[in-house]
């Protein structure tokens, strides 16, 4: 069935250092790309968010990019820290299943200080 | 100001009985839904609603029911409930119409259910 992949599911990385977190999906119909962010003890929140008409798309510190062509993107963050320690999700609906939103398998991201 | 609020955020009890988690979302929003995410953080669609109508309804367990008073309401009923059910469950709103499926959702803190 349609799916969304992420990688790596952990990352450790020293404080002020980039991560990059990629994920891959299946539907070609798909075209939102969310980010959301999971705190300890917390629900997950969009940090970011692309459309397919987009390659890239920055924040700040957090930026991500899609390749169409490929059905992958990634989440770039830099010059990290320590309060970005949490597990990160990627997503994209499944239109050929009522749109529902399909996660990546989550990251959990360590920054060490 | 709470947007997505649930309760209760913990629940112990025993293998069998019946619960129900609330949700209530202040954001206006027509479309509601219910994911769990399990002790390996995977989070995995069981239900949603827009405007009170059932659109995803994902292969779970009929002890597993939700409902939706209005649009700005979704609960979650589970009957005769069984260890495999302790994770955690996680309600979200997101802005009605088609365009539901390319917008933000909007999570709840979660309730962690823990079956005895």
């Known amino acids: 069935g349609e799916n969304v992949e992420q990688h790596p599911s952990t990352l450790s990385v020293q404080e002020g250092d980039s991560a990059v977190i990629k994920c891959t999906y299946s539907?070609?119909?798909?075209?939102?790309f969310p980010w959301y962010k999971q705190e300890l003890g917390k629900g997950p929140q969009l940090i970011i968010d692309i459309r397919s008409n987009v390659g890239e798309k920055k924040d700040q510190r957090i930026a991500v990019t899609l390749n169409k062509t490929a059905k992958h993107f990634s989440l770039h963050i830099t010059e990290t820290q320590p309060e970005d320690s949490a597990v990160y999700f990627c997503?994209?609906?499944?239109?050929?299943?009522?749109?529902?939103?399909?996660f990546g398998q989550g990251t959990e991201l360590s920054v060490k200080p | 100001d709470t947007a997505v609020s649930q309760t209760p955020k913990y629940l112990v009890t025993q293998m069998g009985n019946d619960k129900s988690i609330k949700c209530e979302q202040n954001?206006?929003?027509?479309?509601m839904y219910w994911y769990k995410q399990d002790s390996k953080k995977f989070l995995k669609i069981m239900f949603s609603?827009?405007?009170?109508?059932?659109?995803i309804n994902e292969t779970v367990p009929n002890r597993f029911s939700p409902k939706s008073p209005d649009k700005a309401h979704l609960n979650l009923h589970i009957n005769s409930l069984e260890l495999g059910d302790s994770a955690v469950y996680f309600c979200a709103s997101s802005q009605g119409g088609r365009s539901w499926i390319n917008t933000e959702a909007f999570f709840g803190q979660g309730t962690r259910l823990t079956v005895v």
């Open positions: 997503a994209a609906p499944i239109y050929n299943q009522g749109g529902k939103l399909i």
């Open positions: 954001l206006g929003h027509d479309t």
């Open positions: 609603y827009n405007n009170k109508e059932l659109i």
């Open positions: 539907d070609s119909a798909s075209n939102y």
